[in-house]
């Protein structure tokens, strides 16, 4: 009896502590679980404030960054920061992303 109930604890423990190393692996996957959606609004204004076009400007990027969880720095360029950001590409081939 006293062998069954240590092997329960010890089965108990080990999927506790799967369950914490995936998540601790999901957000090292999603840059390291230091960007999160609330980020993107702060981002994107400063992303889009040098362009005349800021409304579309701004949907899109909002859009890219829901997505992939970054935004390139700067107001222009600089994409490479973020691959998810500067791979997602418009049926046309074109960059969605700003």
């Not at 692996?25 to 981002?43: H, L, M, N, V």
């Not at 829901?66 to 997602?88: A, D, E, H, I």
Request: aromatic fraction near 8%; proline fraction near 8%.
């Amino acid at each position: 009896m006293g062998s069954s109930r240590s092997s329960i604890v010890l089965l108990l423990v080990s999927l506790l502590l799967l369950i914490t190393l995936s998540s601790v692996a999901e957000a090292y996957g999603r840059g390291g679980g230091k960007f999160r959606p609330s980020d993107c609004q702060p981002k994107c204004t400063y992303r889009c404030s040098a362009t005349s076009h800021k409304k579309p400007c701004m949907f899109f990027c909002l859009k890219c960054c829901s997505k992939c969880l970054c935004v390139p720095p700067g107001t222009y360029g600089n994409k490479q920061v973020c691959p998810c950001y500067n791979n997602w590409k418009t049926k046309e081939g074109g960059p969605k992303c700003p």
